[in-house]
Each structure stands twice: as C-alpha cells, then as structure tokens.
C-alpha cells in the first residue's frame, strides 16, 4: 500500500532543518499539481513548454503554508506559545490555520481595507487576533520587528529562515516531477522571500545527482510596487495584486542574489497586463488564481514574445495563490459579463442557450 501523505516535512525530512523528535504541525501542504498548459502557447504561436505550479492548491490557498508548516512546526519546538506576523493577507491566513493546528494563538497585523476578501473570512474563521493598522505592509512589518522584542511571540513572517527552508521544497517538487530543472523558472516578487527560497531549492538540487542544470529566475513585479527595478525601496507601494503591494522587500539581498547567479532578470508589468493574464489562464485553461500570481504569467508571455526567453523552452510559473481569495477582483474583471434572468420556462431558457451559439 502506498503510503499516505502526511505534508512536505515528512517528504522532504531528510532536507529539512528537523529531528526524529520533532512534533510536525502539518495541513498535508504540498504536492502541488504542475499543469502544462495547451491553450496559451498554441494561441501565442510560440513552441514552448509552459507548466504553472498551482499553490493555489496548498492548504489555505496560497504557497505560504509551505513556509508556515515550517515555521511553526520550529516555533513549538522551541516552546512558543504565539505566532505574529505582518501581512498582506496570504500569510495571516496561513498563520491562523497553522496556530490553530498546534493549539497556539496567532496575532496578525494587517494593512487597513487592503486586503482580498477572502483572506480576511479566512484569517476570521481560524480565529487569529486580527489587527489593523492605518499603514501599509512595510509599516506592519517594522512594528512585528519591534514588538516581537517587548512580546513573547515568535514572527512567522519570511525574515524566519525556517519560511524559505519550508518554501523551497516547491523546487524539489518541481525538478522530482519533471525529472530535471526548468529552463527558466518565473515567479512574482513581493517581499522576495519566494524567489529566494526556489534558488535555494534548486541549488541544494543541482549540486547532488538530482539533476543536472538550474533555471534562470525571472522575478516581476507590479509597476506600481518595482522596488528591484528602481534600485531601492519605495514609499508608497499601489497596485491591485494586494499580495505583492510591497515597497520595502525583506529577502532583498537573497533575491538579488538568485537573480545574478542564475542569470536572471527583474521586471514588472501594469496592473492592466497582471489582471489580462489572470483572466487568460482562467478563460483559456481553467486555472483561477489571485491577480499578484498571474504576474509570473504575464512576465513569461512578454518575455516569449521578445523573444528573451527563446522558443524550445521549458519554463515553469509559479501561481502563487487560489483565484477565489479575491472574489471582488473577480467580479470586477467580468463586469461585462452580467448573467441573464429570464423566466423560468423551457422556451426562455431555450431560446437563451441557442442565442449564444
Ligand atoms: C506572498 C505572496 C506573493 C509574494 O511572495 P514573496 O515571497 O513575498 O515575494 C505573491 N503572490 C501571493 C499570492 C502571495 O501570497
């Protein structure tokens, strides 16, 4: 019999910083699909191999809880009795679920009206200490640095290197499934913590007999929060990918890193191209994720088209979080898209199917 799966930790235990003794706080996080997607590259005209990593699918809708089963799962090993941490709305979620998991309290800090609608009911439901601040992440961040001096509470946040031992593990995925590296590897950047766990894991890949090559890294950002392309943090971040609104990157040196031993590159794109992207993936292969997500999406298909990334190559995009979490976003791409009310009677609703055929 095949034996069940119990979460990332113990796949990958041999890899990650944990002991036989460890108590694992796990949702079964992980073991995400890789779907290769049909529509787009033939529509694009382009011969490419473009698989999207759907983390979309972890535990709480976002990859974070790759990061959290680990943080956690060190946070109660050590004896901690709460979690904090800043968000823009994935991580709060995440936190909350994995602290009610361990049977410990959870306290976010949260940007006021900033965040997707359905991160906040998540977050509510699984009865973590909301609070709000009148400031953006990078404020929230700042305060989690202080207060976790004054406070006994353990910060969750990616600056916990345990959060990138977690996260790499969606590159081992990766390279187990296809039986080696992609040849490009794209992704959004926010806090940079992603990008810098990804290099990681492959790296820790590449140097054993695993597989033979490593992706080029190719971070985007929303042009409105591009922190790595004006060369310095911003003050004052805007864009409607909420989950990437960040000015002040914490994982900056790490993502730089990545970008120059991989030979890769940083961009950004408008809040239009971010929100045509998620709606081309949801409209043409049936794969719903938030708007910050569909960036590696729409960084990917201009670098195709410029020719930057050449035809012949396997490149994979991580999405980064679940479609349904930003339900207003959602209604708000397909305004257009009004349902029809009729009356309720064979005829009427005939009549409404044959005239959209
Ligand atoms: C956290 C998050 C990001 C950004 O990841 P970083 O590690 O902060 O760069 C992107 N998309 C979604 C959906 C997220 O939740």
New binding site residues.
Partial sequence: MQKHYTGLIERYRDRLPVSKSTRVISLCEGNTPLIQLQNIPRMIGKDVDIYVKFEGLNPTG?F?DRGMTMAVTKAVEAGSQAIICAS?G??SASAAAYAARAGIKAFVLIPEGKIALGKLAQTLMYNATIIQINGNFDQGMELVKEVANHAPVSIVN?INPFRLEGQKTAAFEIVDELGFAPDYHCL????????SAYWKGYKEYATERVCGNRPVMCGYQAAGAAPFLAGHKIDNPETVAT??R?GNPQSWDFAIAAQQESGGWFDKFTDQQILAAQKMLSQFEGIFC?P??ATSLAGALNDIGTGKIPEGSKIVCTL??NGIKDPEIAMQQCADAKPVTIEADLDAVKRAILDCL
Avoid: L, R
Wanted: charged residues 10%.
């Fill in positions: 976002s974070k823009t994935n991580t990616s959004p950047v926010g806090n940079a913590g992603n990008i989950a990437i960040i938030e910050a997500s980064t979080g």
